[in-house]
């Protein structure tokens, strides 16, 4: 069952609205000291915390530094509910792709290999390295890219073998498919992708770097699936690894990638981990010192929220701060842009023509656009 | 070939308090070449995904030729994309991603062969077929991605601003090609821009958007002469109209508009309307075109109704015209554009005459032009 259709069945059960949200462990050990604990609640699965605004949040898995948690509010239940919900978690069996009976063996083997990186995932094994026996005859210890693909579309059937051979397709040269969850998979693609492109003839100083490189292929690689598969995906692509001994940490870098890159950047479907550094550092902020901090920096002044002011700074940061070419992509004139920066300054004292307010800004609305989405 | 019906479409992405597309109705005629311009944020890109079948529709009905495709995936809607980021397949090369489409729809390699090569003579990219993409300019690339597009031969061609990656020269040979090629191939081309220019010379109709909603559907000529609100007439056009302030008033027969540096009278046919929509005694905005102001005596003599004194802040003599930045007419400075001969210089105060067939006057409420609802 998908985490779509179990929450759908239990706010019908509870008749009460329930959110799933990834938190960060520090704000899991935080709301569970506030409780007076003198040390913080394991984020055991069913494990339950009351926190604050008359909510309840239970653990559901924990992940890297981070934990999966449904939090409801407190007074739709009963205390028996509350322990029914809690030993529910805790004895809720974790989705795994069902391992197909007259399959390939590669793919009953790939489904095999996808299980046990859940497995290591959900264990928090980031380490570990893949058991001899699911390396694919040592193909895993060859080093391979890793895309990790996540779909917007229901799972449809037979999407194994079609999304594998559109695969092989488009890298000319067979690659692995892992199933992981629902809607997921980890492609490793050959590494001879970069090293076709460093033999082809350039001219000097037009070198693409390894990190452009696998930019440009993660993008043609969405391009195509878009177009030529079941429509929109999300997709990541990381540097080259050894997949024997790395699998798992890279699954859970790129898995995290995709989720803050959906998160920070709504409207974007190629993520990449090199570029969402400062996304990272404001994600792992626990959720009320983010809203803390919003709060006091709005007091300020609602400008910033305004949406005509919002859509200014968010152009005027992507084309570097430059005054002319964001005048020219809002299709205003020099002078209103300015006015409107001059207005915002006026307002909060922020001048984002200044570097240290600009960074300020920056931040404000990257912290915005995940208040705004409770 | 086929027409894009679009029906009450709208898009509202979860957790945003207002919908992204709002209640767009539009029937796009086989092989028509529809532009879809607006302001960053204002729907136009959404709209083109939800047709692509890459953003789901959150209500509403669209239709490629008679054909319900709300459901249908991108691959099945006999669509092609370009996108601004050309989104190449950097390991083939130019010859592998024109024909990887077809060889997945299982192409006979002889077709493939002739559609690559024939879109390659169209595009002038014979000569780049073993080349990969990272070898190309800008400009070869965005002709790639267009022959992956052609060599489909597809019922509607999606172009998200192809052109906004390239240089100003580049762009302006493109936007011809790019029309030339769709007239030639007679192919449904929906297409997507920022940019005025490329919209005005390229689109069989335009479609203005702001904020979700049409704001205006028409052809360019239509677009720039009658718009029907501040918006539209702001921006299309540049440099863009300018809009005064003032207060309509009837004086000896006639409707005349007043505000600080201008006392001008509406022709009869406009006056008229302003009557007919008891605007008179009230406080409107007037736009007038920067092209539609005139220095030469013949104009000035012959317009006695329409004359201004401005002063002369800044001029710009761009060759072929000037632009003058006025000062004294109403309270924000006023662009008008003359013959480049013209002897105005920065400093001097001009008499200039105001054509008043082609001025607007818009609702100082509503903001519609009043003489075009």
Redesign the interface.
């Known amino acids: 069952m998908s985490t779509a259709q179990w929450k759908e069945q239990l706010e019908q059960i509870l008749n009460s609205p329930l959110r799933v949200l990834r938190i960060d462990l520090q704000e899991w050990n935080n709301a569970s000291l506030e409780q007076g604990a003198l040390t913080p609640l394991e984020a055991v699965p069913g494990a339950s915390l009351n926190v604050a605004g008359g909510r309840i949040w239970y653990a559901v898995r924990m992940e890297r530094a981070h934990v999966e948690v449904i939090e409801l509010e407190a007074d739709a239940l009963s205390e028996i509910e509350r322990r029914l919900v809690g030993w529910t978690i805790e004895n809720m069996k974790p989705v795994k792709p069902s391992i197909p009976h007259a399959a390939q063996e590669a793919e009953r083997q790939a489904v095999e290999l996808g299980v046990w990186i859940t497995d290591q995932l959900e264990q928090g094994r980031l380490d570990n390295e893949v058991p001899e026996a699911m390396t694919f005859g040592g193909r895993l210890f060859s080093d391979m890219i890793p895309f990790l693909l996540v779909s917007e579309h229901e799972r449809l059937r037979n999407t194994y073998a079609e999304l594998e051979k559109?695969l092989n397709?488009?890298?000319?040269e067979e690659v692995m498919l892992i199933p992981l969850k629902e809607q997921e998979w980890l492609i490793l693609g050959p590494m001879s992708?970069l090293s076709?492109?460093e033999n082809?003839?350039?001219s000097e100083g037009d070198e693409?770097t390894p990190r452009e490189?696998l930019a440009?292929?993660c993008?043609?690689?969405?391009?195509?699936l878009?177009?030529?598969?079941?429509?929109?995906c999300h997709l990541a692509v990381g540097e080259p690894i050894g997949p024997a001994k790395a699998i798992v940490e890279t699954t859970s870098l790129l898995r995290e990638t995709v989720f803050l890159g959906r998160k920070f950047h709504?409207g974007e479907n190629v993520h990449l981990p090199w570029m969402l550094h400062l996304e990272r550092l404001l994600g792992s902020i626990p959720e009320s010192r983010r809203a803390e901090y919003m709060e006091q920096l709005l007091n300020r002044s609602d400008v910033l929220l305004e949406?005509e002011i919002l859509?200014t700074l968010e152009?005027f940061f992507r084309l570097d701060c430059n005054v002319s070419e964001t005048a020219k992509?809002?299709?205003i004139?020099r002078n209103t842009l300015l006015y409107r920066l001059d207005k915002l300054k006026q307002e909060t004292g922020l001048d984002v023509r200044m570097f240290r307010d600009a960074v300020l800004v920056k931040i404000i609305l990257l912290l915005y656009k995940v208040t705004k989405?409770k | 070939m086929a027409g894009v019906r679009l029906e009450h479409i709208f898009k509202k992405y979860p957790g945003s308090e207002t919908a992204s597309v709002t209640d767009f109705n539009l029937d796009i005629k086989d092989k028509e070449f529809l532009v879809l311009v607006g302001p960053s944020g204002c729907g136009k890109s959404t709209t083109l995904r939800m047709i692509a079948g890459l953003e789901e529709i959150s209500e509403g009905k669209l239709f490629i030729g008679e054909r319900l495709v709300n459901d249908v995936a991108p691959k099945d809607r006999d669509i092609a994309m370009v996108f601004q980021s050309y989104a190449l397949y950097p390991h083939m090369n130019v010859y592998q991603n024109m024909a990887f489409g077809l060889k997945l729809r299982k192409f006979k390699k002889a077709d493939i062969d002739k559609r690559v090569r024939d879109a390659a003579k169209i595009l002038d990219i014979e000569h780049l077929l073993d080349r990969k993409p990272k070898a190309l300019s800008g400009g070869q690339r965005q002709r790639v991605a267009l022959g992956r597009a052609i060599v489909r031969e597809p019922q509607v061609f999606l172009m998200d601003e192809p052109l906004s990656n390239l240089d100003a020269k580049l762009r302006g040979q493109m936007r011809a090609e790019i029309s030339k090629l769709t007239k030639r191939l007679e192919t449904t081309t929906i297409y997507v821009t920022h940019d005025q220019i490329e919209a005005m010379t390229m689109g069989d109709r335009i479609v203005v958007m702001k904020d979700g909603f049409i704001q205006q559907t028409a052809s360019p000529e239509e677009l720039y002469n009658r718009p029907v609100n501040m918006f539209v007439a702001g921006f299309i056009g540049a440099p863009s109209m300018n809009f005064i302030k003032g207060t309509l008033s009837e004086q000896g027969g006639a409707i005349r508009f007043k505000t600080t540096g201008i006392d001008v009278a509406l022709t009869e046919g406009r006056a008229q309307i302003v009557r007919e929509k008891g605007l008179v005694g009230k406080e409107a905005i007037m736009g007038i075109r920067p092209e539609d102001f005139h220095d030469e005596p013949v104009f000035i003599e012959a317009s006695p109704n329409s004359v201004v004194n401005a002063h002369v802040e800044v001029s710009e003599n761009l060759g072929h015209e000037k632009y003058l930045y006025l000062n004294g007419l109403g309270t924000e400075t006023v662009i008008a554009r003359v013959d480049g001969r013209s002897t105005v210089t920065d400093g001097i105060n001009v008499k200039l005459a105001i054509d008043m067939n082609k001025v607007h006057m818009f609702d100082l409420t509503t903001e519609l032009n009043v003489f075009e609802s």
């Open positions: 559109l397709s488009f890298f000319i992708l076709d492109a082809e003839d350039r693409e490189l440009s292929m993008s043609g690689l969405h391009g195509m878009a177009s030529e598969w079941v429509g929109e709504v949406p859509m152009t992509k809002l299709y004139h989405r």
